[in-house]
């Protein structure tokens, strides 16, 4: 059975640094893209971050770009991204997601993991 559990959200204040981490199982997912995506109460799921399939390829979102880095450990399957400089927008239940593509497209991802939650005080 496939697993995506992610962990180290919580609550910080504006200007603090958190760590988000993903453990994958279930399956090999060396070769697979995984990624962060984010949903705020009363919006759409959009994309944060993802790395490609061999982790030498990443992608930001504009919104995240210079504070937030992904960094994945393809041999024991898990991602990671790395928070700083955290605004009051950045407020939001993170999901990590994994799939055989590389896309920024939430809707395209196969696998979800159930989220963990990122509450940035002002």
């Known amino acids: 059975q496939v697993q995506l559990v992610e962990s180290g959200g919580g609550l910080v204040q504006a200007g603090g640094s958190l760590r988000l981490s993903c453990a994958a199982s279930g399956r090999n997912f060396s070769n697979y893209a995984m990624g962060w995506f984010r949903q705020a109460p009363g919006k759409e799921r959009e994309f944060v971050a993802t790395s490609s399939g061999t982790g030498d390829r990443t992608w930001y979102a504009d919104s995240v770009k210079g504070r937030f880095t992904i960094s994945r450990d393809r041999a024991k399957n898990t991602v990671s991204l790395q928070m700083n400089s955290l605004k009051s927008a950045d407020t939001a239940v993170y999901y990590c997601?994994?799939?055989?593509?590389?896309?920024?497209?939430?809707?395209?991802?196969?696998?979800w993991g159930r989220g963990t939650q990122v509450t940035v005080s002002s």
């Open positions: 997601a994994a799939d055989i593509a590389v896309t920024l497209e939430p809707a395209l991802y196969e696998y």
